[in-house]
């Protein structure tokens, strides 16, 4: 991908969160990276590295699969090449936001997740009520050839009272505003896989 392509593609997400509140891209990353960053994906829940995630965070986490099934891993840099280069494209996107929407964006996190066949996350909000710092979410996708009869859409509740249903196929990019866009992951007949990631402001405990 050229720089100049780069850059459009950044200042479209830019535009799309100022006036709709989420944006999706199909094409965010490089066909190779994404690949790379599916088998890396893979690789690791095949070693047990991915484990359940929780709902809630602290002391009050646990694990609610009823709630939400994925299994996660988190991101360190220093991961892969793969990783790294994906942490990068992320904070190309998080200057951006900066620069454009004056979010005063200081970092990213940001985890593998994988959700077996059949697995759900119910209708959320990634805020948690007692930390602001998530302020915009990011999720990439790493699945090729997903069909829509497959499933595993996640269902987008837009302001206007409407819905919108966006399939996990492989290199499209999701970014909405964390507080704002209540979302939920359908379930699917194949294993699907992404990144999830959360830009993050300057904050604290609420």
């Known amino acids: 991908m050229s720089t100049s392509t780069h850059s459009a ?9 100022a006036e709709h509140g989420w ?18 994906c893979r690789k690791r829940a095949a070693q047990g590295d991915l484990t359940p995630a929780g709902v809630g965070r602290g002391s009050s986490q646990e694990v609610r699969e009823g709630v939400r099934g994925d299994r996660i891993q ?4 220093g991961f892969s090449p793969a990783c790294d280069r994906y942490l990068g494209l992320l904070d190309e996107l998080r200057l951006a936001l900066n620069r ?10 940001c985890h593998f997740a994988l959700y077996p066949p059949g697995a759900f996350y119910q209708k959320h909000v990634d805020r948690f009520r007692d930390d602001d710092r998530r302020a915009v979410s990011a999720v990439f996708y790493l699945n090729p050839d997903w069909q829509p009869e497959q499933g595993g859409a996640l269902r987008l509740y837009l302001a206007d009272g409407t819905t919108r249903e966006v399939l996990p196929e492989a290199g499209s990019l999701l970014v909405f505003r964390s ?12 294993e699907r896989l992404s990144l999830t990631g959360w830009f993050r402001r300057r904050g604290g405990i609420l």
């Open 100 to 109: 454009e929407l004056y979010l005063g964006l200081e970092d990213c996190e």
């Open 23 to 40: 944006s999706l891209q199909p094409l965010f990353a490089p066909p190779l990276l994404t690949l790379e960053l599916a088998d890396e």
């Open 179 to 190: 507080a704002d866009l209540p979302h939920e992951v359908l379930p699917a007949s194949r």
């Open 9 to 17: 593609l950044l200042a479209r997400i830019v535009d799309d969160l």
């Open 74 to 77: 988190w991101l360190d840099a």
